[in-house]
């Protein structure tokens, strides 16, 4: 599927000439569709199916932290800052140096996350500090404060307002194999992380006390969850963009299916927002007549979606 | 066993929440906190569990400091059942059981059969086996918080701190879930110390007292010590009639009217 069609088998035999040549080679392949099978459409697919698990991951994480069903990667203002570091990026011209995009909104992203645990970290009283209603706040404020500096950012930004406003809605066109090798890191460590975790995440949810007084170090695990959940955040919004939906939506539909166990819920949830996102993406890519940013795909399908269950899950 | 505390003092901002507390509380015996309304009665339970740290003095286990232990042992020595027992997801409630387990399970293993057969023997004890798959977050207070009791009950800690523990059971379950906790304080030889707003069931099952005002322990002792109608006066600002009852077997406080 795509601009550019290519017969199934075309495919295949590109793939498997490039992961076993030594086994197997094909002699007749056509250049171009290598190129296009190898360069482009592969990593766009594969760095497409990493962030949505990696959203997904880090929508289950904030949400067993945050004790929050409603919680999402992004409720801690880490897209804010993000953007906020993409703008002045796109603003100084650094664009051209490729990147210094992602590098710059990563950036922001992770001062944007250190400042909002500053602001609910008391040291009197470690333990309370980080509690959700801390957490949350914080972050709306420092949310509130960079996005109003983004609009700042768009106003004197000029004819480059444009090229702003496309990176926010986000999109996988043109990723490339580091792209696809940074999420994966990314993606394996907190996966590994979390599992390692995934019990204590439980016990969270019977609230501090409950969960301090069964053997779990709260500071220690809430502090590394968080930092997970964020930073995989981070990564996903320097590499496309912000894309909204998908880790709220999917934690919350597997949920129904596997229920809050966090060490089913945390893989299920991380294939599901893989297969999402990709769906989403081939959506945009190859059924629309125009190319459409997925940020606003998934939040135009995922916002009914979500008032959907919301409304039948409160009238049951 | 033995909690000793010594001269602990702990404060959230301002003013002090507990002044200069020593006391010791041993094996074998049912201890009852109670005090009016922002007495400190939550803070003692919390400083001893652990979960708060005094801003000065010592709290020691066996002559060892609550920090020096591992939060992992000391959740085999400690089982806390806060006033707090909203659950935030729905669990279901054997998950709920299962989650005393959880210090004597190692990270990646599942739970043996011996933790499955100790979850199933305590919820059939505390009446809540036929809620076993149903939500938690869906139960009545009084049902979750007999769930939650299971659940600090299954930790089979040689401590046990409840804090408010009865406070939305109806008395049919307050009694048994008592009666199960005076039991085990006799057999296995525990340490309860709860927190009471009743006087009466206070000073009918425990076997000593603490008086909480202001952060200061005002009395410790035995019932028959500690609830005089002075001390009622002075900590609660009530008149009462303390009676010794024959039914009970031991004092009761009235409220008269006036």
Known sequence: MGYIRIPITDIFQ?????????????????????????????????????????????????????????????????????????????????????VSVPVFSFIGACLTLFSVIFLSYSPKNPTAGLSSNNLILSGVIVAAILSAGISFLKFIANEQVSVIIFWLMGSFASKTWSNVFIIMIFLMAGFFVSIFFARDLNLISLGAKSASSLGVDLKKVIFILLLSGSLLAAVCVSISGIIGFVGLLVPHMVRFITGPDNRKLIPLSMLSGAILLLFADTITRAVLPHEIPIGVLTALTGGPVFCWIFKKNRFK | MEIRLHNVSFSYDAGMTIKAFSGSFSSGSFYSVIGPNGSGKTTLIDLISGFLKPLSGNIEINSLPVFSFSKKNLARLIAVVSQDHTVNFPFSVKDIILMGRHPYISRFSLPSAEDIQKVEKLMDICGISHLQDRKINELSGGERQRCVFARALCQETPILLLDEAFSNMDIHHTLQMLQLVKQSVKEKNRIVISVFHDLNLASTWSDSLLVLKEGELRAFGSSTETLTEEIIKDVFQVDSIVEYNQHVHAKQVYYPMH
């Open chain 1, 14 to 98: 590109i793939l498997i000439t490039k992961t076993a040549s030594s086994l197997y080679s094909f002699k007749d392949i056509n250049e171009t569709h290598l190129a296009v099978i190898m360069d482009v459409r592969l990593p766009r697919i594969l760095s497409c199916a990493c962030v949505g698990a990696a959203l997904a991951l880090s929508g289950v994480l904030f949400q067993g932290i945050l004790l929050n069903p409603l919680a999402d990667p992004y409720t801690l203002g880490v897209s804010a800052g993000a953007a906020f570091g993409a703008c002045i990026a796109i603003i100084l011209n650094l664009s051209n140096a490729f």
